[in-house]
């Protein structure tokens, strides 16, 4: 079963733009991640936000967490042709394993 | 060190046949991870080591599937009897304790059963 679930499931912008993805859970976590995926390959750790944390940022990453509600928000700011991937968000319980979302599917254009 | 490394990419095998994938993880990383990824999901949990040892198992993972660290180093994923069901990507990772820092993933093997 999955513990997250992504909104919007497909994003389609502009090269430039900003991108917002969201994410919601379900139950207490340690920490959630966000993970990039390009088509047929796999992941790739983005960024990780704890849960006593309520805002981080890694270059043209922002991330947000609301552990009142359960959810995060992932931001990429002056997006490029490249961004264009699978965005997972995913949330580690205490001592278990990561469990993910199903994703947004980010197409940028040039 | 180069990463995650499995093995192989890609696999086409008869309905009823038998395959088997590896995975190489981080040399440093204690824990291993098994992941299936069907077109358009994400990732759902199969099994996960620790060093030798298969802590926890999914409901998804039948008896016709075995995962095995022999050493704590390498591992395997079996599927026995393959259905067209099991055609999908499967992705191992790795991590460094429980992942708190987040896990390394290999590029998956693509299984199609046909």
């Known amino acids: 079963s999955q513990q997250g679930e992504e909104d919007p499931q497909a994003l389609s912008i502009q090269e430039g733009e900003n991108a917002t993805m969201n994410c919601s859970y379900k139950?207490?976590?340690?920490?959630l991640q966000w993970y990039r995926q390009n088509s047929g390959r796999g992941l790739v750790h983005l960024i990780l936000?704890?849960?006593?944390?309520r805002e981080k940022h890694s270059g043209r990453l922002r991330v947000t967490l609301d552990t009142s509600k359960k959810s995060s928000s992932l931001l990429i700011t002056a997006s490029r042709a490249a961004d264009t991937a699978s965005y997972f968000c995913?949330?580690?319980?205490?001592?278990?394993?990561?469990?993910f979302g199903g994703g947004t599917r980010l197409m940028v254009k040039p | 060190d180069t990463g995650v490394s499995q093995n192989p990419r890609h696999k086409i095998t008869k309905r009823g046949q038998n395959v088997t994938f590896r995975c190489d993880p981080i040399s440093e990383h204690n824990r291993l991870y098994w992941y299936r990824q069907t077109l358009g999901q994400g990732p759902e949990f199969l099994t996960y080591f620790q060093n030798e040892a298969q802590l926890e198992k999914s409901r998804l993972l039948s008896d016709r599937f075995s995962a095995e660290r022999p050493k704590g180093s390498f591992s395997t994923l079996e599927i026995q009897r393959t259905e067209q069901g099991d055609s999908a990507m499967y992705l191992c990772a790795s991590s460094l304790g429980t992942g708190f820092y987040g896990y390394t993933f290999g590029s998956g093997t693509r299984l199609t059963v046909v």
């Open positions: 995913a949330t580690l319980e205490a001592g278990n394993m990561l469990t």
């Open positions: 139950t207490s976590i340690n920490n």
């Open positions: 936000i704890r849960s006593n944390e």
